[in-house]
């Protein structure tokens, strides 16, 4: 379910945030599946429970997960998300700093386009039929 690379420059925390909205994404979890504790992920992962805490803290702030008190903690209805403006405009920059890298790196337009394209039919191939 996680693979976590310890040996990445990208926070644990950040890694556990990041797989648990691709599993969302991929439709692998559905709004009202049931996400493991905190106790139950950070055995499972071999974490700290404050690393996988951090993460969950972070994707409930980011409207994917919700916490019902005494019943545990689940993948969240998709409405829009708290923060989506925020988080566009972070999409945003993060795009534009990939397109200057793949610039610096010598790619072609449609070389980077196409790279692109390949993410997006990795991320949205179900959604087209």
């Given amino acids: 379910m996680f693979r976590l690379q310890e040996r990445s420059a990208t926070p644990i925390y950040e890694q556990i ?3 648990m909205k691709a599993l969302v994404a991929k439709n692998v979890m559905q709004s009202g599946d ?3 504790s905190v106790r139950e992920l950070s055995s499972m992962l071999v974490v700290n429970p ?3 805490s951090k993460a969950y803290q972070e994707l409930e ?4 997960i919700e916490t019902l008190r005494g019943k545990g903690t689940f993948i969240a ?5 708290p923060m989506a403006e925020e988080r566009l405009m972070k999409l945003k920059d993060e795009m534009n700093r990939i397109a200057v890298e793949a610039k610096h790196l010598g790619l072609e337009r449609e070389e980077f386009i196409e790279m ?3 993410a997006c039919e990795v991320w949205w191939r179900d959604d087209e039929s």
């Fill in 77 to 81: 209805e998709s409405v829009a998300p």
């Fill in 61 to 64: 702030r980011q409207g994917v």
């Fill in 34 to 36: 049931k996400v493991p």
């Fill in 116 to 118: 692109v394209k390949q």
């Fill in 17 to 19: 945030v990041e797989q």
């Fill in 50 to 52: 404050n690393t996988v």
